[in-house]
């Protein structure tokens, strides 16, 4: 009866019989000792070039110097020079954590080991040769990539230019839109303007636009012409129909109290006017500093400021005011180099360029704003329109001195 360890030993794999001839041992003992052989004793010092040593050693010195920044290292000789450069080059990687460029630059340290100083000569006139051979190839790949990124840019242009047109012309679809839209509500929109003239209190005038707007608006979203339409051009569609509202009452909300607040207007247009032809950027209510005064009396500002009154709907004036904010800020920003121009930089300028431009019906225009928009006030322009309110209060308080 065979046990367990008889039959397992049945399925036990041989051991594999040595069947190396004497031919094969004999071949494999040569490329032993082929392998043992040092490629240094290879190299023939007449012809050092030809050998792989020196051809592997030439690789690594190439990709090692054209990856990293070159600093000056001044040594006695070819070989301190080299060695010395590679030496801070691997401090500095090591410096960075830069694993991969510390491991190559080891490599290259412990190739370039094994050469004297005629071997490490040979290495530089190489790369220096081959460095003249391939200077007009590399000239020729910069002038290509000179000529692709101008094209890049020429073409990044063109798009910017083609989606400010196709921004302007759906605007101007939108609008089309909305006129349609308001034609057959031309009914509607007389009842409105004859309720806002006989309305006398704000708020109630107030009120009345708002929920004409909100039942406009809503009818709107039902709208088959603007079924197709995304958010942002609904959004552009609701804004040419608050504008369209607007451009109907205008007058009557500029003005509620009709000639009281005209000649109120007129009467701080005069004082501004005065303001004006003593007023200096050195004005001890201004006093503003001479390093931001070489872009006075900045005039960009002011155009973009008279503009103001061209604009009916309310959330248009605020943008205008932070359209003139900005200006201001990237001119002081542009004057004072590496300084970031702060509120109290900001104001004085401020002030000086409302002086300047005098743009009409300002009480009225403020009037308007905190009516109808002071509970959409929100954000950055929130903070340019209170900043453009103080400066108008401010200039209220100022005399005619000439200081």
Known sequence: METSDDILAKYRKKPAEDKVDSGEMGILQNNE????????????????????????????????????????????????????LLTVML?????????????????????????????????????????RRRSPYIAYLVRSRQGLLVSLATLERLSGRMET???????????????????????????????????????EKTELVVQFLNRLWNSLEQEPMLAATNDQQRSEARKAVERAIFSEVYMAALYPNQEADASRDVVLQQHIARLAEVVTPNHRDLKIPRRYQYECPWPA??????????????????????RVSSIIMNLLSLA??????????????????????NPPSLLSTVQLVDNFYRD?????????????VGAVEFIKTMDYVRQ
């Not at 040593?53 to 000789?77: I, T």
């Not at 050469?115 to 490490?120: L, P």
């Not at 939108?174 to 006398?200: D, P, W, Y």
């Not at 500002?301 to 932070?322: G, N, T, W, Y």
Request: hydrophobic share 40%; charged share 30%.
């Open 33 to 84: 000792q082929e392998e043992d052989c040092d490629p240094l004793q290879q190299m023939d010092a007449e012809n050092i070039e030809a050998s792989y040593v020196f051809q592997d050693a030439r690789r690594k010195l190439r990709l090692v110097l054209s990856e990293a920044e070159l600093p000056s290292v001044p040594s006695p000789g070819v070989e301190g020079e080299l060695i010395s």
């Open 91 to 131: 401090a500095q990687a090591i410096n960075q954590q830069d694993r991969t460029t510390a491991a190559q630059l080891r490599e290259t340290l412990r190739c370039l080991s094994q050469f004297d100083q005629e071997g490490c000569n040979k290495l530089v006139r190489s790369l220096r040769e081959e460095y």
């Open 165 to 203: 047109e196709q921004r302007m012309c759906s605007k101007f679809l939108i609008s089309v839109c909305v006129r349609l839209f308001l034609e057959r509500r031309e009914e509607e929109l007389q009842q409105l303007k004859a309720q806002f003239s006989g309305t006398n209190l704000m708020d």
């Open 301 to 322: 500002a002011q155009a973009e400021l008279r503009r103001m009154a061209a604009f009916k709907m309310p959330a248009d004036k605020v943008h205008c005011i932070s």
């Open 336 to 357: 004072g180099d590496k300084s970031v121009p702060a509120a109290d930089d900001f104001v004085p300028v401020l002030v000086f360029v409302i002086i300047k431009a």
């Open 376 to 388: 959409r006030l929100c954000g950055e322009e929130c903070y340019w329109w209170m900043q453009f």
